[in-house]
């Protein structure tokens, strides 16, 4: 059993910056693929980027070289930063733990690009 926390969401103005964290606890956090999401209101919950155990990084293209996912083991802990932010990166951000069979994912943190 893995449970996931998220914070660093907020509001922020077109071109700025936030860092998200999701804090994991319950398991053995290094052994997990982690990954963001993202969910806009009536929109299905799409990937933003994912980091395997072993520290291989994947990006949608909507956020390729603005967004950058990485993990600390010793922290049990997965950040987003995102940068150059825009309008349409408004969404409820969700962190995902897997391994094999197992997935879970924490409760979210709502982001929110305006000025």
């Known amino acids: 059993q893995v449970q996931l926390v998220e914070s660093g969401g907020g509001l922020v103005q077109p071109g700025g910056s936030l860092r998200l964290s999701c804090a994991a606890s319950g398991s053995i956090f290094s052994r997990y693929a982690m990954g963001w999401y993202r969910q806009a209101p009536g929109k299905q919950r799409d990937l933003v980027a994912t980091?395997?155990?072993?520290?291989?990084?994947n990006y949608a293209d909507s956020v390729k070289g603005r967004f950058t996912i990485s993990r600390d083991n010793g922290k049990n802990t997965v950040y987003l930063q995102m940068s150059s932010l825009k309008p349409e990166d408004t969404a409820v951000y969700y962190c995902?733990?897997?391994?094999?069979?197992?997935?879970?994912w924490g409760r979210g943190t709502q982001v929110t690009v305006s000025s």
């Open positions: 995902n733990a897997q391994q094999g069979v197992f997935n879970y």
């Open positions: 980091i395997t155990s072993g520290g291989k990084t």
